[in-house]
């Protein structure tokens, strides 16, 4: 047995099912399980996807960025975590890379991106 094909078969007992295809240029809502003072509830983080990364499936993680006021906020996201309740695709947007850090120095009518319908 190879050494992938074993770390496949250990992962994939905390693997989530329905899981979507994630990609850069989605807008999506991630609804995060919090626990504070003995009380669980689900905060939302809606934003758009600026990267992805993974080397196996258990480990995909995605970078999702919102802007508040005139302050850019990114939090990084374990997709197979399980402190995350869903992930919802709000929006698709027309990009040409796979990595959109360059949307960081942009501001206001220049930050725009095209939506697909």
């Given amino acids: ?3 992938f094909e074993l770390v496949n078969k ?3 007992q905390f693997k989530k099912e329905n899981v979507n295809d994630f990609r850069t ?3 999506v809502e991630v ?3 919090i626990n504070e003072w003995g009380k669980s509830r689900a905060q939302r983080f809606k934003g758009i996807i600026i990267k992805t990364a993974w080397k196996t499936a258990l480990e995909k993680t995605i970078t999702v960025r919102r802007k ?5 906020v ?3 996201f374990a997709v197979h975590s399980p402190t995350i309740e869903k992930i919802e695709i709000l929006r698709q947007f ?3 890379r796979s990595n959109l850090a ?3 120095e942009l501001t206001w009518k220049a930050a725009k991106l095209k939506e697909v319908k």
């Fill in 94 to 96: 027309k990009v040409r």
């Fill in 1 to 3: 047995m190879w050494n």
């Fill in 25 to 27: 240029w989605m807008e």
């Fill in 31 to 33: 609804y995060q399980l």
């Fill in 10 to 12: 250990v992962q994939a």
């Fill in 68 to 72: 508040v006021w005139a302050f850019g």
């Fill in 102 to 104: 360059y949307i960081r």
């Fill in 74 to 76: 990114e939090r990084i």
